[in-house]
């Protein structure tokens, strides 16, 4: 009998723990689970309500391990990746692809998202930031979810791939159908609509920026080539859609899960408040101690695995929990604690390897100033509501608040 065969009998027909990851309860607090999970069970089969096994990797040296096997596949297995239609319009990008796709994608984009591209947004952002925030002090109370974590990379993002103002509102619908149907009451018709409608209006806007280009990211897109090879217009609106759901989402996630921790830990407020500088580093121990993505996009085993001790088989669903592997006590000292001062702060909030998040450097841009103005503009910022009142998204993905009610002022605003 071989190990593959010997990991089958062994590990298929053991009773496997379960963990309580999807309520409420849970959301509002994983980490006291997630830490068990990392005693108990690093690698954990969670037997999905279709019978499928769902593999949790918790420990963070086991994360940084499957994101960088190329066994761990983003494709799964058997799927049909020529599908035509709506579907297809959405999905043919990089981050659900595995080389050499993923190799060519990654490299015709890269010249459009560039580094200098990113920076020279720094004014437009802090511009942004400050109009939300004037409208902000007007009011003793604000939700700086609605107010600013939602609005601002929304604008931004916009403004990067050159979709005009009078189209924005619609575009975010369109990009909040994408991303969370469920939590907007959207049926499987609804949601497929809006996604028509949504691919219907991109190929608009590539005929346009064909014939006339512009300074705005989607003409890079169109334009970009590699050795001759360009985008096809699937591969185009599968990107702009991903950009515009990711290149939101995270960034929201980061300003109100950040501002909370911060509201949560006035000491550490107080450092940034003396002492700006502090800052960068504040972002990336924001990003480890409460990041915006608590599990990494959808990998599927892509032959038969011996991982840990345990046989993963070809096709099952893994499941890498980044926000457990940034609270290891392996890697982390004190990972409840939160500390902006963490030297060598190694967190794995952007993923790692070949799909390493390409919009990192814009989020915690945004992050940054969007941050840093609140905190600066408004001394007296504090909780409107408890935050054991404060409701989280549902969802394995994406980590972050529904609402977070604050009051701008030092009197209370209840």
Not at 152 to 164: A, N
Not at 235 to 247: P, R
Not at 304 to 320: E, N, P, S, T
Request: aromatic residues 8%; glycine residues 6%; neutral net charge.
């Amino acid at each position: 009998m071989g190990m593959i065969e010997l990991f089958a009998k062994i590990q298929y027909n053991k009773p496997m723990e379960q963990y309580d990851l999807f309520s409420p309860q849970f959301k509002a607090n994983p980490f006291p689970t997630y830490a068990q999970m990392r005693r108990e069970a690093p690698v954990h089969g969670h037997v999905a309500p279709d019978g499928r096994i769902i593999w949790y990797i918790t420990r963070y040296e086991d994360v940084a391990a499957v994101l960088k096997d190329p066994r761990f596949i983003k494709t799964p297995p058997h799927s049909q990746r020529s599908d035509p239609g709506s579907h297809r319009a959405i999905n043919e990008n990089m981050l659900f692809a595995d080389p050499p796709d993923h190799t060519r994608l990654r490299a015709l984009v890269n010249q459009a998202f560039t580094p200098r591209r990113v920076e020279a947004l720094a004014p437009r952002i802090q511009t942004i930031t400050d109009e939300l925030l004037d409208t902000a002090v007007l009011q003793p109370e604000i939700d700086l979810i609605a107010d600013l974590g939602l609005p601002l990379p929304v604008q931004v993002i916009c403004e990067l791939l050159g979709i005009p103002r009078r189209d924005r509102e619609q575009v975010s619908d369109w990009s909040q159908a994408i991303i969370s149907p469920g939590s907007r009451g959207l049926n499987y018709s609804a949601r497929k609509r809006k996604v028509r409608q949504f691919v219907a209006y991109l190929r608009d806007i590539f005929a346009d920026r064909q014939a006339k280009p512009q300074d705005d990211l989607t003409t890079a897109l169109v334009q970009a080539e590699e050795a001759g090879d360009r985008l096809t217009e699937s591969e185009l609106s599968s990107m702009v859609a991903l950009l515009l759901v990711t290149g939101h989402e995270t960034t929201v996630n980061l300003i109100g899960n950040g501002a909370l921790a911060l509201l949560q830990h006035p000491d550490q407020l107080a450092l940034l408040r003396a002492d700006p500088s502090l800052w960068d580093s504040a972002i990336e121990e924001l990003l480890r101690y409460d990041g915006p993505v608590e599990t990494s996009t959808s990998r599927w085993a892509g032959e038969d695995i011996a991982f840990k001790g345990h046989l993963l088989r070809k096709g099952d669903l893994v499941r890498v929990v980044l926000a457990s592997a940034n609270r290891d006590t392996a890697v982390f000292t004190n990972p409840d604690q939160l500390d902006i001062t963490r030297p060598d702060n190694k967190h794995l909030a952007f993923g790692l390897g070949i799909h390493y998040c390409l919009g990192a450097p814009l989020a915690r841009l945004e992050g940054k100033i969007a941050l840093g103005t609140l905190f600066t503009r408004f001394p007296h910022l504090h909780l409107a509501r408890p935050a054991e009142q404060l409701t989280w998204h549902s969802g394995v993905l994406f980590r972050g608040l529904k609402q977070l009610p604050v009051c701008t002022n030092q009197s209370d605003c209840l």
